[in-house]
């Protein structure tokens, strides 16, 4: 039998974030501000490392594609969140659904493939200066940032085709704002346990492989440091790293949280508040992390804004 013949629900009703009107239209003005200020935040760190030279690193190279993920990632569900949160409808097509599934998927994936490839550069920078120019050059950039996101939409199809290949019966209702996979597989008739297995193995590849790179590199970066005797160089290390573990942190926590813990006994509202942090709140505070303490970023900023105020006193 088809997998068309198989699935009866031709469209979903996303539950959302609230069903009282004024806190929808609250929430709408919250989370579109949230939207804009992310969208604006990571343009100005592509902006800023395409027009500075000083930026032109590896480092800077990673999180020029970090920012650019983040402004996909944000846009695949939250504009939907918004008209749901506006007209009050909250129906999505079996379709949309799928399509949403599978880029939010790709795009987690390739987040934490790429945040592993970063942990691997600020190892060689601090742990192996003399070699890093030559280990990181211009073509080992290019090839863990294509590897990152070639793996990140390359893994999950699995997932998503045998999902897609389940028959879904009603109700058709999803206890979130936006289509996932954990949610989506409970509202499956059929027999989910081996899926729900495949789920989780590939979530485990996708998550721990990267987050175990992750902590081996900061560990030795840890005790590079420590032998450091240059206080000012223990100083400036701590600081280029502790901004990518605290992304690290916020977007790997939350992650396992919903992946990689048992289901049940889970509520829906947990699973909202989680998937809300990692979906709106994760993104926004990335370009914040980034620039906060980084003097790279406030020297590049300074020099614009020098050009531009000198470009406006040479016009007649």
Same mark, same amino acid.
């Given at each position: 039998?088809?997998?068309?013949?198989?699935?009866?629900?031709?469209?979903?009703?996303?539950?959302?974030?609230? $069903?009282?009107?004024?806190?929808?239209?609250? %929430?709408?003005?919250?989370?579109?501000?949230?939207?804009?200020?992310?969208? !604006?935040?990571?343009?100005?760190?592509?902006?800023?490392?395409?027009?500075?030279?000083?930026?032109?690193?590896?480092?800077?190279?990673?999180?020029? $594609?970090?920012?650019? %993920?983040?402004?996909?990632?944000?846009?695949?569900?939250?504009?939907?969140?918004?008209?749901?949160? %506006?007209?009050?409808?909250?129906?999505?097509?079996?379709?949309?659904?799928?399509?949403?599934?599978?880029?939010? =998927?790709?795009?987690?994936?390739?987040?934490?493939?790429?945040?592993?490839?970063?942990?691997?550069?600020?190892?060689?920078?601090?742990?192996?200066? %003399?070699?890093?120019?030559?280990?990181?050059?211009?073509?080992?950039?290019?090839?863990?940032?294509?590897?990152?996101?070639?793996?990140?939409?390359?893994?999950?199809?699995?997932?998503?085709?045998?999902?897609?290949?389940?028959? @879904?019966?009603?109700?058709?209702?999803?206890?979130? @704002?936006?289509?996932?996979?954990?949610?989506?597989? *409970?509202?499956?008739?059929?027999?989910?346990?081996?899926?729900?297995?495949?789920?989780?193995?590939?979530?485990?590849?996708?998550? !721990?492989?990267?987050?175990?790179?992750? !902590?081996?590199?900061?560990?030795?970066?840890?005790?590079?440091?420590?032998?450091?005797?240059?206080?000012?160089?223990?100083? *400036?290390? @701590?600081?280029?790293?502790?901004?990518?573990?605290?992304?690290?942190?916020?977007?790997?926590?939350?992650?396992?949280?919903?992946? =990689?813990?048992?289901?049940?006994?889970?509520?829906? $509202?947990?699973? *909202?508040?989680?998937?809300?942090?990692?979906?709106?709140?994760?993104?926004?505070? $990335?370009?914040?992390?980034?620039? =906060?303490?980084?003097?790279?970023?406030?020297?590049?900023?300074?020099?614009? !804004?020098?050009?531009?105020?000198?470009?406006?006193?040479?016009?007649?």
């Amino acid at each position: 039998m088809r997998p068309e013949n198989l699935t009866s629900v031709t469209e979903f009703i996303l539950e959302g974030l609230s $069903n009282d009107r004024n806190t929808q239209i609250l %929430l709408f003005t919250i989370i579109l501000i949230i939207y804009l200020v992310t969208i !604006l935040g990571n343009l100005v760190i592509i902006l800023l490392v395409q027009v500075d030279a000083h930026l032109h690193t590896p480092m800077y190279f990673f999180l020029t $594609n970090l920012s650019s %993920l983040e402004i996909c990632y944000v846009t695949t569900t939250v504009p939907q969140m918004l008209a749901h949160l %506006l007209s009050g409808k909250r129906v999505i097509s079996f379709i949309r659904c799928a399509v949403q599934m599978y880029i939010a =998927l790709c795009l987690g994936s390739t987040e934490c493939i790429l945040l592993g490839a970063m942990a691997y550069d600020r190892y060689l920078a601090i742990c192996s200066p %003399l070699i890093y120019t030559v280990a990181m050059n211009r073509e080992r950039q290019r090839q863990l940032a294509s590897a990152s996101w070639a793996g990140g939409f390359l893994l999950p199809i699995i997932n998503v085709i045998c999902t897609l290949r389940l028959p @879904f019966c009603n109700p058709n209702h999803i206890s979130q @704002f936006f289509c996932e996979l954990p949610v989506l597989l *409970k509202l499956a008739c059929g027999n989910t346990h081996v899926l729900e297995l495949a789920v989780f193995v590939v979530s485990a590849l996708i998550l !721990l492989v990267p987050l175990s790179i992750i !902590l081996t590199s900061y560990g030795l970066i840890l005790w590079a440091v420590l032998q450091m005797q240059s206080a000012a160089g223990k100083s *400036k290390a @701590f600081s280029t790293c502790a901004s990518h573990l605290a992304v690290v942190t916020l977007f790997y926590g939350t992650l396992i949280c919903m992946y =990689l813990k048992p289901r049940a006994g889970t509520t829906s $509202n947990h699973d *909202k508040q989680i998937a809300f942090f990692y979906i709106v709140v994760t993104p926004l505070l $990335n370009p914040i992390i980034y620039t =906060l303490r980084n003097k790279d970023i406030h020297t590049a900023v300074a020099n614009v !804004l020098r050009r531009q105020s000198m470009g406006q006193k040479v016009e007649p």
